[in-house]
Structures are given as structure tokens and as C-alpha cells.
């Protein structure tokens, strides 16, 4: 089974213009943690609940007039669509990622997957494993967020 048989094809994204707030409205109302970052038809970045909380929060940056580009994670870690499921969760779990964009092979965003995706659409051992490898310890500064 490959990985576009279980991802939501319903992706939004966020401007890296838009502000922190406007980021955290748009997860609120969709109820997701996690937004691709998009500019000029590309995937510049990546946002998430995790980025507003430390890097916008945390440092006392007003949400109102900062913008997404100064706290999302920049380093876009994502797979193709005609991945294996299998294979993308053992990414997910060796760079520490409970949620993935997936692009075509003209590196367009399709979709998005989440570890509770391919526990509903696939089989819950892989979604396991692969939480199992997100959340071992030592996560931290020099090391990818999980996102």
C-alpha cells in the first residue's frame, strides 16, 4: 500500500507572510496542529502548534505582528506520494515526525500524513512503531522537532 492511499488530501496552507495568529486561527478552526508553509507554488516550511508555543510564546513575540516565517521550521522533511506506508513511517520515526507532507514527483504537495492516519487506514503496529520512534527521548536543540 503506498503512502497517498492513506494521507488527507484536504491540505491547507499558510502563507509565510501571514501572521503567527492568523496560523494559530486557521489550526484552531480546522483542528490540526500543523501546517505546511507555502510560497510561489513551493513548500517553503512548515508550522506547528509545537513552533507558536516555543519559538513565538516562549520568547514573548506578539502573535498579532509576527510572521509565520520567523518561527516555522524551515527544513521540510517530507516523502512521495508512491512511497510504501511502511517505509514513510519508518522515516517518520527515524527523523522524529508524527506528521509529513507528501509531494509528487514534481515535488507539488498532495496531501499530508499523520501517524492516526496510518493508524486508521492502514494497520495500527506500523502507526506504533513509528510513534515509538518519534518519542524516544533526547529530542532537543540540533535535533528535528517532532512535528
Do not use: W
Amino acid at each position: 500500500m503506498q503512502i497517498a492511499d492513506v494521507m488527507s488530501r484536504d491540505v491547507r496552507l499558510v502563507s509565510p507572510d501571514e501572521t503567527v495568529q492568523s496560523a494559530a486561527r486557521m489550526m484552531e478552526r480546522e483542528d490540526i496542529g500543523f501546517l505546511p508553509v507555502g510560497e510561489n507554488d513551493r513548500i517553503v516550511g512548515m508550522i506547528t502548534d509545537r513552533d507558536i508555543a516555543m519559538r513565538a510564546v516562549a520568547e514573548g513575540k506578539d502573535p498579532k505582528k509576527t510572521k509565520v516565517r520567523e518561527v516555522m521550521t524551515e527544513r521540510v522533511i517530507y516523502c512521495m506520494d508512491d512511497t510504501d506506508v511502511e517505509e514513510a513511517a519508518q522515516n517518520m520515526a527515524e527523523m522524529r515526525v508524527r506528521r509529513m507532507p507528501i509531494v509528487d514527483h514534481e515535488k507539488r504537495l498532495v496531501g499530508v500524513v499523520s501517524i492516526g492516519d496510518i493508524a486508521f487506514r492502514h494497520r495500527p503496529n506500523v502507526a506504533g512503531a513509528a510513534l515509538e520512534g518519534v518519542c524516544k527521548p533526547g529530542a532537543g536543540k540540533g535535533r528535528p522537532a517532532a512535528l
